[in-house]
């Protein structure tokens, strides 16, 4: 299936058309991304803000999205890869995201992982 990420309602899309097939998200991957290269100062807000779109919104969405069937079963695993650009976060704050997804599924078992793939030229 091919889908635009870029667009708000396409996560939503995603979802709805696995259900009535009865698609059953065990491991979902969210790898949808890019990266520009240059002057911040010099690049199009329209780059920019595509960039953000794509990177942050769909990721989020569709995460949100497939958790509650998770959930319901049980059990599941969510793996993000980042792109090798990206400022990695602080320990920390990754716990805090994973250790409020664990909680809010008790009793199931759940992974939740960022994957930072090397650069590759």
């Given at each position: ?15 709805d ?19 520009v ?12 803000l ?5 990177n942050?919104?769909?990721l ?5 999205l497939?958790?509650?069937p998770m ?46 793939p090397?650069?590759?030229?």
């Amino acid at each position: 299936m091919a889908l635009d990420l870029t667009a708000a309602s396409a996560p939503q899309l995603l979802f709805d058309q696995l259900q009535p097939d009865g698609v059953l998200v065990e491991i979902l991957v969210n790898n949808a991304g890019y990266g520009v290269s240059g002057e911040f100062a010099q690049m199009p807000e329209q780059e920019i803000l595509g960039q953000i779109q794509l990177n942050i919104s769909p990721l989020t969405l569709l995460t949100k999205l497939f958790l509650a069937p998770m959930f319901e079963r049980g059990s599941g695993k969510i793996m993000n890869v980042a792109r090798a650009h990206n400022a990695r976060p602080p320990p920390r704050a990754r716990c805090v995201s994973i250790h409020g997804i664990n909680s809010e599924g008790r009793g199931g078992t759940f992974a939740v992982a960022v994957q930072y793939p090397p650069v590759i030229r």
